[in-house]
């Protein structure tokens, strides 16, 4: 019997023939989302800084920092050319190395807006243009940091804030051209960074790393952090035909925590 954690399978080759770019591919939600893309027939070029040992097989990956300029528009010319053009980006890479006060942190400022918002515009400004011959899908990842503004992530949630209000204006500029722009809003989900972010944070301000999962799921109405699938899922559909009518939305994935939060 179906349960609510079953999934039910997507239609196959919903993407077949798709040309796809996923940022931060190598590993986490990224590397779930591509897995997804390529399961639904879609060719996907992937990028990291690092190596990818956890890419999934099929995806190509090019090696960039997409923090810097040179890096976005190195990553934008090899996937072009790899690919043929572009009908997918998805804007995944980022994060949050430095969990204290933001009076403290003047140095990350910069950083954290690059990797979190500008790498996004840097990168949908190389292969939007083209995008308008044929229309496409761009997703941006953000994080319910933009909602709850934890006081020790000020300067990503504010970075996650500036790319959730770029994301809708960019849908209507676009949605002439046939060319959908959502943002994905996403709550706490077990990936590598979850992994370092509890650490980091038991390193900082004491305690234990179980008992701090076990707090971060209790606080979750839905009872469990989420799973990289469970984005994964959601930005297949996204960039599918099914979701033809959606495009200026910001989709909440949390497990409820911010509907518990009003
Ligand atoms: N996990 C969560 O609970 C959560 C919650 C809300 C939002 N998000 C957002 O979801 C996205 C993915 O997070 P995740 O948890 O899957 O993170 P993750 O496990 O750390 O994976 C991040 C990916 O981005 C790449 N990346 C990081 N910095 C980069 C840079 N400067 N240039 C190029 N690639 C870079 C990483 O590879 P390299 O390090 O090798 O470059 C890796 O492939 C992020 O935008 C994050 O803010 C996550």
Redesign the pocket.
Same mark, same amino acid.
């Given at each position: 019997m179906a349960t609510e954690n079953s999934r039910t399978p997507a239609p196959s080759g919903e993407l077949a023939g798709r040309r796809a770019v996923v940022?931060?591919?190598? @590993?986490?939600?990224? *590397?779930a989302i591509a897995r997804e893309l390529l399961d639904a027939g879609a060719h996907v070029v992937i990028?990291? @800084? $690092?190596?990818a040992p956890d890419a999934p097989p099929g995806a190509v990956f090019v090696p *960039?920092?997409?923090?810097t300029r040179d890096?976005v528009r190195h990553f934008a010319d090899t996937a072009r050319e790899l690919l043929g053009g572009v009908d997918i980006i998805v804007n995944?890479?980022?994060?949050?190395r430095s969990f204290q006060s933001v009076l403290e942190l003047e140095n990350d400022w910069q950083y954290t807006m690059d990797?979190?918002f500008l790498?996004a515009v840097r990168l949908n400004a190389a292969l939007v243009p083209a995008m308008r011959e044929h229309g496409g899908v761009v997703v941006h990842?953000?994080?319910? *940091?933009t909602v709850a503004a934890y006081p020790n992530l000020l300067h990503?949630a504010a970075a996650?804030s500036a790319l959730e209000t770029y994301s809708k204006g960019l849908s209507a500029e676009l949605a002439p051209d046939g060319i959908r722009v959502v943002s994905v809003c996403? $709550?706490?989900?077990e990936?590598?960074?979850?992994k370092?972010a509890r650490t980091r944070i038991v390193e900082l301000h004491g305690g234990d790393a179980d008992d701090l999962t076990g707090q971060w799921a209790a606080e979750i109405p839905l009872g469990r952090l989420?799973d990289?699938r469970d984005i994964a899922d959601a930005v297949r559909f996204l960039v599918s035909p099914r979701a033809s009518w959606i495009t200026g939305s910001n989709i909440v994935i949390d497990g409820g925590k911010t509907a518990s939060l009003c």
């Open positions: 940022t931060g591919g190598s @590993r986490g939600i990224g *590397a990028s990291a @800084r $690092g190596e *960039a920092d997409l923090s890096g995944n890479a980022g994060g949050c990797i979190n790498a990842v953000s994080s319910i *940091a990503y996650k996403l $709550g706490n989900v990936t590598p960074a979850s370092t989420g990289p």
